[in-house]
């Protein structure tokens, strides 16, 4: 089992920066790979970054690439998604998850999930 929760959502400019944290409890996490997905009011879910459980391969968002960066640290259970030159587009409640076995860009394929963090973009 793995539980996740994520924190570091807010409020913040067009052009500001966030970070979110995902905080993991549970043996499995530096085993799993880990995701982070957004959903914004009437759209549908939908990938926005991954990362295997090493750290050594990612993949972004084509709308995301060069401004945010996941990453994790297994040593204290926890991953991260570092977001830059935020855009009123990128609003949307973000969501990290764990997958157990292999590594997958959809979001189906994941096992655990967190709660989820706003995060509001002003123009």
């Known amino acids: 089992q793995v539980q996740l929760v994520e924190s570091g959502g807010g409020l913040v400019q067009a052009g500001g920066s966030l970070r979110l944290s995902c905080a993991a409890s549970g043996r499995t996490f530096s085993n799993s790979a880990m995701g982070w997905f957004r959903q914004a009011p009437g759209k549908e879910r939908e990938s926005v970054a991954v990362i295997t459980w090493s750290g050594a391969n990612t993949d972004y968002k084509d709308s995301v690439k060069g401004r945010f960066t996941i990453s994790r640290d297994n040593a204290k259970n926890t991953g991260y998604l570092q977001m830059n030159s935020l855009k009123p587009e990128d609003t949307a409640v973000y969501y990290c998850?764990?997958?157990?076995?292999?590594?997958?860009?959809?979001?189906?394929?994941?096992?655990?999930w967190g709660r989820g963090t706003q995060v509001t973009v002003s123009s």
């Open positions: 998850a764990a997958k157990l076995y292999g590594f997958s860009w959809s979001a189906d394929q994941y096992d655990y």
